[in-house]
């Protein structure tokens, strides 16, 4: 009797100290998933504490997109670049963009942010466009900047004055906008489900949309499809290219479609 619960106890020792093995290996797996270095060989080292989802370049400043901050990097010497600021914003930065001495980020639900870099070393916030639905893109017209914030439209602002955004313009939009291109006197629409619309900007205060088309994302009858979103598009030339996005039993896959016009 005495053997057999002898044998039973180192069992439950031998089970628990396993299970204690397993469990740290989990936390240890935990707390480096997000720690990554970067291949750039900074001297204190890069490391991403989040998702880089933009970047932009200005002369030998980079301006990186990591979560909810904007950071800035001297990238003068590229194998050693060095992180000068942070720039805190209210959202998750989704795109960033340049011109001139203003720089320009897409930050989610926070809205879309307009900083001064015309003192590289001491960027500073000028104005906040506040987001109705998911600001994930913009772009620049002249002085017009078009406001890609998902569901809610797309919006035109005037920027001429930087430190007071005026809106001007409204697109309203059956979809979730993901993508904003801009080219020549149009803009292209990439809303998820519901395809790819073409707007008319000639006259940025009355945008008149002049074509509406879904791209057929049929699949072969083995794969049963649960979801379908047209994420990004963009023009070279005469042709439209588009990103199918499809989630299904087998996976995620990506397919392009171009289209001529």
């Given at each position: 009797?005495?053997?057999?619960?002898?044998?039973?106890?180192?069992?439950?020792?031998?089970?628990?100290?396993?299970?204690?093995?397993?469990?740290?290996?989990?936390?240890?797996?935990?707390?480096?998933?997000?720690?990554?270095?970067?291949?750039?060989?900074?001297?204190?080292?890069i490391y991403l504490r989040a998702t880089l989802n933009a970047v932009a370049i200005k002369q030998n400043l980079c301006y990186v997109g990591l979560g909810g901050e904007i950071q800035l990097w001297d990238i003068a010497d590229v194998r050693q670049p060095r992180k000068l600021k942070d720039l805190a914003t209210g959202g998750i930065v989704m795109e960033l963009g340049v011109q001139g001495e203003l720089l320009f980020a897409a930050c989610g639900c926070a809205g879309l942010y307009i900083f001064d870099i015309s003192d590289p070393l001491n960027p500073y916030k000028l104005s906040v466009f506040t987001s109705q639905d998911w600001v994930s893109a913009f772009a620049l017209h002249g002085k017009y900047l078009y406001v890609a914030d998902g569901k809610a439209g797309c919006f035109v602002l005037d920027i001429v004055d930087p430190t007071h955004p005026k809106e001007i313009s409204h697109l309203a939009n059956s979809g979730r906008i993901q993508d904003i291109f801009i080219h020549n006197s149009y803009?292209?629409?990439?809303?998820?489900?519901?395809?790819?619309?073409?707007?008319?900007?000639?006259?940025?205060?009355?945008?008149?949309?002049?074509?509406?088309?879904?791209?057929?994302?049929?699949?072969?009858?083995?794969?049963?499809?649960?979801?379908?979103?047209?994420?990004?598009?963009?023009?070279?030339?005469?042709?439209?290219?588009?990103?199918?996005?499809?989630?299904?039993?087998?996976?995620?896959?990506r397919f392009i479609h171009c289209r001529y016009i």
């Open positions: 009797m005495n053997v057999k619960y002898t044998k039973l106890f180192l069992v439950l020792v031998l089970g628990l100290a396993v299970s204690w093995h397993i469990y740290q290996l989990v936390l240890q797996k935990k707390d480096t998933a997000f720690n990554i270095q970067a291949v750039s060989a900074a001297p204190e080292g803009a292209y629409l990439a809303c998820g489900e519901e395809g790819l619309r073409i707007i008319d900007i000639f006259d940025d205060k009355h945008p008149q949309e002049i074509s509406h088309f879904k791209i057929d994302f049929t699949d072969t009858p083995d794969q049963k499809t649960q979801n379908i979103f047209l994420e990004h598009q963009y023009r070279s030339g005469r042709c439209i290219y588009t990103w199918k996005i499809c989630i299904s039993g087998l996976g995620r896959s």
